[in-house]
């Protein structure tokens, strides 16, 4: 059965430092989304990509995160730099397309700010 | 904007007892969505709900979708050590989904 692979799986790093993190979503899939999940809580939206292009990045806090998806397949999200609110679950889930919402999560990684 | 509201936050279950968590949205929505996410792992899709008043069933789990389209429920007969997790309600408008806060459920033997 396809997945949606991330990578890493788990981050520590230290404030101030800038960190990465990688998503392969299942083939084919058109819609690709990036989640913040702090502990106790549901995912909250950082960014949607429909293929290569940004939809809904209104949730992102872009004077610190980026996100891309420069061949419209797998995706990097980025922090520069790191703040110690930023820990939490990151997650990258993947749909068919913008209609069909039905989304597929991958493993996550779980970024620590020291 | 679009909020999605659950509870419980918390459900302790007696196995073998039946429970229903409930979701509800400030917005009236396109459809409905349920995940499960185990203790240590990632949400998984379980079902959508599209149709006013739409009633489906998962063994079981059984979801419904409210007359308005601006509620849900899930409702788990039998509880089992399995269905131990968090599970989430997300309702989708415009193509967003918007997930609420989750109904994390325990079990005791």
């Known amino acids: 059965e396809a997945e949606v692979a991330q990578s890493p799986r788990y981050k520590i790093t230290e404030k101030s430092q800038a960190v990465a993190f990688w998503c392969d979503p299942i083939?084919?899939?058109?819609?690709l989304y990036w989640y913040r999940q702090i502990l106790g809580q549901g995912p909250e939206l950082l960014v949607q990509?429909?293929?290569?292009?940004?939809?809904?990045d209104s949730q992102l806090p872009k004077d610190r995160f980026s996100a891309e998806r420069l061949k419209g397949v797998d995706s990097t999200l980025k922090i520069q730099p790191a703040e110690l609110g930023d820990s939490a679950m990151y997650l990258c889930?993947?749909?068919?397309?913008?209609?069909?919402?039905?989304?597929?999560f991958g493993p996550g990684t779980r970024l620590t700010v020291l | 904007g679009q909020q999605v509201m659950q509870i419980p936050q918390y459900q302790h279950v007696q196995e073998g007892e039946d429970f229903t968590t409930y979701c509800n949205s400030s917005?009236?929505?396109?459809?409905i969505q349920w995940y499960k996410q185990r203790p240590g792992g990632h949400p998984v899709f379980l079902i959508q709900?599209?149709?006013?008043?739409e009633v489906k069933k998962q063994k079981r789990l059984t979801f419904q979708f409210g007359e308005a389209k601006k509620n849900s429920s899930l409702h788990i007969t039998a509880t089992q050590t399995t269905d131990v997790g968090t599970y989430f309600c997300?309702?989708?408008?415009?193509?967003?989904?918007?997930f609420g806060a989750g109904t994390t459920v325990t079990v005791r033997a």
């Open positions: 889930a993947s749909s068919h397309d913008r209609v069909q919402l039905t989304q597929y």
């Open positions: 083939s084919g899939h058109a819609t």
């Open positions: 990509f429909q293929d290569e292009s940004v939809v809904d």
């Open positions: 917005t009236t929505l396109s459809n």
């Open positions: 709900l599209v149709k006013s008043g």
């Open positions: 997300a309702g989708s408008n415009d193509y967003k989904l918007s």
